[in-house]
Each structure stands twice: as C-alpha cells, then as structure tokens.
C-alpha cells in the first residue's frame, strides 16, 4: 500500500509517545492483536494493553469510556452505534469451529451436518454411537458415550456465529434456542467454560465432549476438528483457504462487510467463517491515547498481512480494507478534528 505523506507521517509509530493504549474485547482476535502489537513495538510503536474479555464484555467497557477500542466478532447493533457515537468496522476473518473429544477417533476424520450438530446442541441427539452420527460417518467406529456439551459461560461472538449457523440450517433449533445470541439459551444443563481456552481445556480433559472455538485454538491446543458440511453440500475442514473461500464468494467482495459470512453457498468454504471488528468513538474523549490507536490500525493494516497468515486468519478484501481506512477517517476529537490525516490507497491484490 501506498501512503500519503501527512499519513505515512501520522501512521508512523517513531512519532507515538511512550505511553499505553487501551483495547479490550474479543478472544478470537488477541492473537492477531498481541502479534501486530508486538511488531509494531519493534518499529517503535507504544504498548498495547488488549484484555480479552470476550465480544459482549469488550462493547460493555467501551460503552463505559475506559477504552480506546473495543473488539467484537458482532456487529454492534445500529442502536448502541447511534446513541453512543460509535463507527466500527473488520480487522481480519477466521472461523468458529466445533471440536471433539472422542476415543478411538483420529483428528480430523467425525464430520456432521449442520442439522446433526444443531440437533446435539439441543439435546435432541445424546450419544456419539446414535444412528444419525453413524450414517453421517460410514466405516468410522464411534464410541459408546454420551455426548457432553461444552459452551461459552460469558457472552461471545464465537458463540454468536456458531448459533447463527445452527439456527440457519435447522428450524428447530431457530424456534427451541433463537436464531442467534452472544448468550444462547442452551437447553438443559450443557457444561460450561470461560473463554474459548476454557473451552479447549474443558473438551480435551472430558471424554465424549464437543465443543466450538476459534480456529486458531484447534493447532494451539491440538484439538479434533470436526468437518462440516457446508451449503454446497460438501463436507470441508476449517482452514484459512476455506474461510478465504466463503468471503470470495461473498457480498464482501463488493465491500459490504455488514454481509454474514455464515453458510455461503461455495463448494470449498467453511460454513462457519466469521470476522472479527473494532469499536472507535466517533468523537474521542481521549483524544491523544485513541489517536495512537488509530495509528495502530493504520500500521497493521499496512506492514500485518504476514502476521495474520501466521495466526490462521485471513485479511480482508481490498474493497473492505479502503472501507475500514475511510472509517478511521472519521474518527476526530472533541472539537471534530480528525485523528488520522490523509487516506491509504490499497494495494490490488489479484481476486482479492
């Protein structure tokens, strides 16, 4: 990308005083935050201090001004962005992912269907050796067990993608638990764990157990994936090139990222793909620490692509990336002075 002069100078991390900006929010996104945070530092950039507390807990704090962003994999609603001032927009994409552990099963070998998994997730299906499970996985030996269900015990958007994508594939599940909720109303008494460590330490210490995280929990804590079987009726692993493939065939090509990413209708894309946003004030109250964090956006975006590959997300369609840069834009002070001078040009990157 190429950068304007009164940008590059803005963007420019040398030019930041030695002091902390402040982000809380989404666990998906703290790895691909704490890695452009710790290049950026590198190249002189200030300290991030990121907390992830999950999407709901992230808008909660930003609501209440103690934060220069929030991070969320949920849009905020129209409401909270109009009465508190707020503009948002992507940083990155990934996916939620269901994750088993079954005896006697090899990583990556249990696929389910959409229904299946939404039927587990409301108790309607109990053991791993149903009949259901076993005409879904032909020749696969499925353990005696019953199923224990692990969810989110705080409000996320992890939980929030994976109950969207059950409500679009069954009706069922869309009338018994909601068509999608940061908190869905999980029947009965499923188990639950804090963040989606506390799902992945949950799942791999609990025979029988199925669970959903983001992807880059599945290589961290070497869990076993589940295939799904997407909307084109093919059975996919997560992957970035299956959450790359559900945001080319999407309205985000077109630079809608207000477009769900769930259960696109590509033979290689990852039915559960998500993005991942951040929160800015419209009108900053504290004005010189959310400046720099405007800066640490801008300087992601441009020298990041690398870091998100080596954390298993996927960057953003150019068309999206001018988007986010327009936003920053207009984000100013209390006097509606923009923090950030000039705007980037993206760099074409081929399809996307």
């Known amino acids: 990308m190429v950068l304007p002069a009164a940008l590059a100078q803005s963007a420019s991390p040398q030019n930041a005083a030695a002091r902390q900006i402040s982000g809380a929010g989404s666990t998906a996104a703290q790895p691909i935050y704490r890695a452009w945070a710790e290049s950026w530092g590198k190249s002189g950039g200030v300290a991030l201090e990121y907390a992830g507390v999950g999407s709901s807990a992230g808008l909660k ?57 939404a039927a587990i997730y409301t108790g309607q299906i109990s053991r791993w050796d149903d009949a259901t499970i076993r005409a879904e996985n032909a020749g696969l030996t499925l353990p005696a067990l019953p199923i224990v269900r692990v969810v989110r015990k705080e409000g996320s958007g992890t ?33 639950r764990a804090e963040g989606s460590k506390g799902i992945a330490e949950t799942v791999a210490a609990t025979s029988g157990a199925i669970g959903y995280v983001e992807f880059n929990w599945v290589e961290r804590a070497k869990l076993n ?40 209708a590509a033979d ?6 998500m993005p ?30 690398d870091l998100l590959d080596q954390s298993a997300f996927v960057r953003l369609p150019d068309r999206v990336q001018a988007k986010a840069f327009g936003v920053l834009l207009q984000v100013t002070d ?15 990157r081929g399809a996307e």
């Open 61 to 117: 704090r930003m609501a209440e001004g103690d934060l220069d962003f929030g991070a969320s994999d949920v849009m905020p609603s129209a409401d909270d962005v109009s009465k508190r001032n707020w503009v948002f927009f992507p940083t990155a994409v990934s996916g939620a992912v269901p994750v088993v552990n079954l005896p006697g099963v090899a990583r990556g070998r249990l696929q389910l269907s959409g229904a299946t998994l």
């Open 334 to 348: 209390a006097q509606g002075v923009p923090l950030l001078k000039g705007l980037p040009m993206p760099v074409t």
């Open 159 to 191: 939980s929030f993608h994976f109950s969207a994508y059950l409500a679009a594939v069954s009706p069922a599940f869309a009338t018994e638990v909601g068509k999608a909720s940061s908190s869905p109303k999980w029947p009965g008494e499923p188990v």
């Open 268 to 273: 290689s894309a990852w039915p559960i793909t």
């Open 225 to 264: 994936a589940v295939r799904v079987r997407n909307a084109s009726g093919q059975s996919v692993a997560a992957s970035t090139a299956a959450f790359r493939a559900a945001v080319l065939a999407s309205p985000w090509m077109r630079g809608d990222f207000t477009a769900p990413l769930t259960n696109i």
């Open 276 to 305: 991942t946003y951040v929160v800015f004030p419209k009108r900053a109250a504290r004005a010189q620490s959310t400046a720099r964090a405007v800066d640490f956006f801008v300087w992601s975006f441009l020298h990041g692509d």
